[in-house]
């Protein structure tokens, strides 16, 4: 009989802002069971499955003409006649720029114009990660001067690597990594407050059926490959240039290659999450959301207000700054605010999942109350 609820409960909880879920994608081959890592391949390989027909339905012409300009700048910042005859390496500053032909000029200012392009585009598609954009070219380019300080004097690195020479490149990759590691937990922490918040049930397999919903294993695999692509283009684009007009090609195209793919993983990476988790999420660790609550010095400081599904009469359910639903205590005489399927804190008195209209009497699950947001 409880399966038997728990399934109805299923077809009644579809996700209206998704043309298909996750638990509907079927592929033709999957790793037989026998075989080590077998479930978690197959699963990584689900979640792409979903995730890649999911971007075709959303991603318009904007997303794909931004990826253009992106390569493109790409393309023309890392190609460059000079660098084919070794340059001057006597040359710098100033006199250097000088000493740049018209056209290479051009090049190089079209090359700047087209990637503050790129990152306006990424600005805007993605608001929610909008700081985060920011943030990971930046730590892109950290990973390119570390690479610089590592072939500075040796332009055959990692061979001959002299650890007395490698201090302030590996300085900045540490610090690189650090920064990486918080936005992959930012991301972890939001999803898992989402689910929390928005699919809140007191059934547990039905919020393990969520969490399966609104897994994160497949874009961390990407966001793992797209660091490794980074890593890569910066390594071969820094080779290519140290040698000085050597015959090395290979490193250059290597370096077009793994910098070309690595743009639209960089878009899916800020995508994904925006997609799951609405237009008015704040990706954030849990620590950084209880530090700003705190020093708000309103531990239960409302923001929003809600009202019923059905009639529209306000309600007095709300929803924390932390993104807690809350409603004022049942029993008679308390008035304490209580999290939705928690036990007051006064009186030891349950807050049900589901809230009955005084002025309509409809009973609906607590984040009805709410308007629909572009989440899943």
């Known amino acids: 009989m409880a399966e038997e609820t728990v399934e109805g ?10 043309p298909f879920r996750m638990a509907e994608m079927e592929f033709a081959f999957a790793i037989p069971q026998r075989y080590p890592l077998a479930n978690e391949v197959n699963t ?6 979903f995730q890649f027909n999911l971007l075709r339905n ?3 012409k904007q997303h794909v003409s931004a990826l253009l300009f992106g390569m493109l700048a790409f393309c023309l910042g890392s190609i460059s006649p000079e660098l084919w005859g070794g340059g001057d390496a006597t040359i710098s500053g100033v006199d250097g720029i000088l000493a740049v032909s018209g056209f290479q000029f051009f090049q190089i200012l079209l090359s700047i114009l087209l990637w503050a392009w790129f990152v306006y585009q990424a600005w805007t598609l993605f608001p929610v990660m909008r700081v985060h954009a920011i943030s990971l070219l930046v730590m892109w380019n950290g990973l390119m001067v570390s690479q610089i300080f590592f072939q500075r004097n040796n332009s055959a690195f990692p061979s001959g690597l002299n650890l007395s020479e490698m201090m302030e490149g590996t300085l900045i990759i540490l610090v690189v990594f650090f920064f990486l590691f918080f936005f992959w937990k930012a991301v972890i922490e939001t999803r898992d407050l989402h689910v929390e918040i928005n699919h809140l049930h007191e059934d547990v397999r039905m919020m393990e059926i969520e969490m399966a919903e609104h897994s994160l294993k497949g874009w961390t695999a990407i966001f793992g490959v797209w660091i490794a692509l980074i890593i890569i283009a910066s390594w071969t684009g820094t080779r290519h240039i140290s040698s000085y007009g050597d015959e090395n090609y290979g490193y250059l195209i290597v370096h077009l290659l793994s910098g070309s793919i690595s743009m639209p993983l960089f878009f899916f990476i800020l995508w994904y999450p925006q997609r799951m988790l609405g237009n008015q999420a704040r990706v954030r660790t849990r620590a950084a959301l209880d530090a700003a609550i705190e020093m708000e010095g309103e531990p239960r400081n409302t923001v929003v207000k809600a009202m019923c599904p059905e009639c529209s009469e306000p309600s007095l359910l709300a929803r924390e700054a932390s993104g807690a639903l809350v409603h004022p205590c049942h029993n008679t005489g308390c008035s304490t605010m209580v999290a939705i399927g928690m036990a007051c804190a006064t009186c030891d008195t349950k807050m049900p999942s589901r809230l009955e209209c005084k002025a309509c009497g409809v009973n609906a699950p607590a984040l009805d109350y709410f308007p629909d947001q572009d989440v899943w």
Do not use: A, F, Q
């Open 58 to 60: 959303d991603w318009k």
């Open 44 to 49: 990584i390989v689900r979640e792409w499955y």
């Open 9 to 18: 409960d299923l077809g009644g909880r579809r996700h209206t802002n998704l």
